[in-house]
């Protein structure tokens, strides 16, 4: 739950008023060249550097990065919360690409006369515009266009889920359904869910992550739960969380609807995978309610 909550923190902290639309920093003449030395925190901008092949120039990012696994050996520099600045100066970057939600990392960053530039990643426009920034200001365009293409078709609108209500819940811990933090409108998670056909039984939620009751989730009645998760779930952890809401929803005298579970260490990025947790969501919303519940299996 601790590094759920540090990922979303990153996406939902307020915008700084100099950032809109994922728009590009304007890079000074004297620091047109590409960069040699780059440091990427977020999990989400670490994968856009590796898939744009920028790999060998990423020496450092942040401690929640966890793929691609040649990031694995890069220094560790802290996150949203516990920066390690004097680390970050030691590896001399000449880029830092930030979010929005990093505003104060990079005002620090600035000072120190090390570039920095800012994109967003919680819509899939922005990703794809994300993708065609950081490749135009690395010097590899062409694979940034490219990239974006292979994105836009890959989560090209499809009707497996058509006319379903979901409710979409995020770290949820086993035998606590009262605990549930469930995703909004303006999340990549409601986008990808309209773009299936369905509808996010909390699309009118006042935030992007609310955390909700079960009287909430008994008003909303979704007809599909759809749990996600960062570590990989057992076949017997997922029945147990199909039984955590019979119990809790029986409690109202009301039945619970299907659960199903996706989990892996993608499943709360919005980067190059997407069309993993896409693909993912799209063949557990498309299985029939009566089904037996269990883990989504997608490829890679």
């Known amino acids: 739950m601790r590094r759920l909550l540090a990922l979303l923190l990153l996406a939902i902290l307020p915008l700084p008023l100099a950032c809109t639309e994922g728009a590009p920093e304007e890079i000074p003449k004297a620091r047109a ?27 450092g990012v942040g401690d929640y990065v966890l793929w691609p696994p040649e990031a694995a050996g890069r220094p560790r520099l802290g996150g949203l919360i516990n920066p390690n600045l004097e680390a970050m ?69 499809r009707d497996d889920a058509a006319g379903r209500s979901v409710m979409i819940t995020l770290g949820r811990p086993l035998g606590r359904p009262a605990e549930v933090l469930v995703a909004g409108p303006g999340t990549f998670y409601n986008e990808l869910l309209e773009r299936l056909g ?24 979704p007809d599909v739960i759809l749990e996600i998760h960062t570590d990989e779930q057992s076949a017997q952890q997922v029945a147990q969380r199909q039984e955590d809401w019979a119990e809790a929803l ?25 069309p993993r947790l896409y693909r993912a969501m799209a063949e557990a919303l498309a299985a029939p309610p009566s089904s037996k519940p269990g883990p989504a299996k997608v490829s890679p």
Do not use: M
């Open 33 to 59: 060249a590409a960069p040699a030395r780059i440091l990427t925190l977020a999990p989400s901008v670490t994968e856009i550097a590796f898939a744009l092949g920028l790999g060998d120039r990423v020496v």
């Open 198 to 221: 369905a509808a996010n039984a909390f699309q009118d939620a006042r935030a992007l992550y609310p955390q909700i009751s079960l009287e909430q989730v008994l008003a909303r009645s």
């Open 250 to 274: 029986r409690s109202l005298a009301a039945l619970a609807p299907p659960v199903r579970v996706i989990s892996g260490d993608w499943a709360l990025i919005p980067g190059p995978r997407l």
């Open 89 to 157: 100066v030691r590896l001399e970057p000449d880029l830092a690409i930030l979010l929005p939600s990093e505003e104060d990392i990079a005002r620090s960053l600035r000072r120190l006369n090390i570039e920095v530039l800012t994109v967003e990643s919680e819509s899939l426009a922005d990703l794809e515009a994300a993708v065609v920034t950081i490749g135009r200001r690395c010097s590899v365009p062409a694979r940034g266009a490219e990239l974006k293409d292979e994105l836009h078709e890959a989560l090209a609108p």
